[in-house]
């Protein structure tokens, strides 16, 4: 099924200056899938001095999120450089993957666990085929953004341009897990950006993800960790993440029947009940927290998964400053 076309050359305009490149086909093998793909060999010309950087992802259905991660991804490296798989050959992609690198793979069957697993193993295969040709690949679900604290001065391409990644495989942001404050937050208009919409979020180990890798390396279900490695909590960068952002949306997953055939009925109670949660719970500054849980991330391990971070079960809901409004 062809789902993307693109021309033989492409130029693409970003902050970090003019990007040309051309294709080739190439071949990754997961234990389940060899799949032929029309891999991009990067040619850069930069005004200044800039990382390559590719982000992948894969999707089952996709709205609200997917528009805007291709917007938002797509903004700062280029939408040639955004790889998506499609879950399921019943999936047809959306007018916003036109010009993206899109492919529809055979679903990955199984439960949750299972199907995680196999998710993470046929993406960690596929991102070692392109640190081939980048410096920097990144791997986020699709309602997750990362992004540099604003008041760096800095984007997310100058900002992985920066860091120093010698004897490092892969960096992690500090997870911040956006949940909508009722009843002063009412339900989310999904044609504007939701941060400033949204203005809370709770300090989540769970979301403090190696989602960025420079080596090639296997990612543990749902980018939640790199198998046999350690990470590191990259200063000043976060993860938003905003699959609880929205009661509606919420009550839409709990009632969808695919959903609770693989499994994901009590993850998605779990989720439910963080709206009663952060109703109830005094925010933080975003200063005081967010410094907290990133020290306390870095050094606590729990004894049963030591590449994971810890809070020791503290919870922590931080007010988003504004400077984050409007972002995405």
Excluded at 145 to 156: E, I, M
Excluded at 191 to 201: D, E, I, N, V, Y
Excluded at 296 to 312: F, T, V
Aim: charged fraction near 20%; hydrophobic fraction near 40%; include cysteine.
């Amino acid at each position: 099924m062809n789902v993307a076309q693109t021309t033989d050359r492409t130029v693409v305009k970003t902050k970090s200056g003019t990007r040309h490149f051309t294709k080739s086909a190439d071949t990754f093998t997961n234990n389940k899938y060899s799949i032929s793909l029309q891999e991009s060999e990067k040619r850069f010309t930069f005004e200044h001095m800039s990382a390559r950087i590719a982000a992948i992802t894969m999707v089952r259905g996709g709205e609200p999120f997917l528009a805007k991660w291709i917007r938002w991804y797509g903004s700062l490296l280029g939408p040639g450089h955004l790889y998506i798989f499609f879950d399921g050959e019943d999936q047809v992609p959306p007018p916003c993957t036109a010009h993206c690198n899109v492919r529809v793979v055979p679903r990955v069957e199984g439960n949750v666990a299972r199907g995680d697993r196999g998710r993470a193993g046929l993406l960690s295969s596929f991102a070692a085929t392109l640190l081939r040709s980048y410096d920097f690949v990144i791997g986020t679900d699709i309602d997750e953004f990362l992004c540099p604290d604003p008041s760096t001065g800095l984007d997310l391409v100058q900002y992985l341009s920066a860091l120093d990644r010698k004897g490092s495989k892969s960096f992690s942001a500090l997870g911040c897990d956006v949940v909508q404050r009722m009843p002063e937050e009412g339900p989310m208009d999904w044609s504007k950006p939701m941060l400033g919409q949204r203005s809370h979020a709770l300090l989540s180990t769970r979301y403090t993800k190696a989602s960025i890798l420079c080596a090639p390396l296997k990612w543990g279900s749902g980018f939640h960790r790199v198998k046999g490695h350690n990470f590191h909590i990259a200063k000043d960068l976060y993860l938003f993440h905003f699959g609880c952002s929205d009661a509606a949306l919420q009550n839409v997953r709990l009632s969808d029947s695919d959903l609770a055939s693989r499994g994901w009925s009590r993850h998605l109670g779990k989720r439910q009940r963080l709206f009663g949660l952060v109703a109830g719970m005094q925010p933080r500054s975003w200063e005081s927290g967010t410094a907290l849980a990133r020290r306390l991330q870095s050094a606590i391990r729990p004894p049963w998964a030591w590449n994971k971070p810890s809070m020791l079960g503290l919870r922590m809901l931080v007010s988003i400053p504004e400077r984050f409004f409007g972002l995405f």
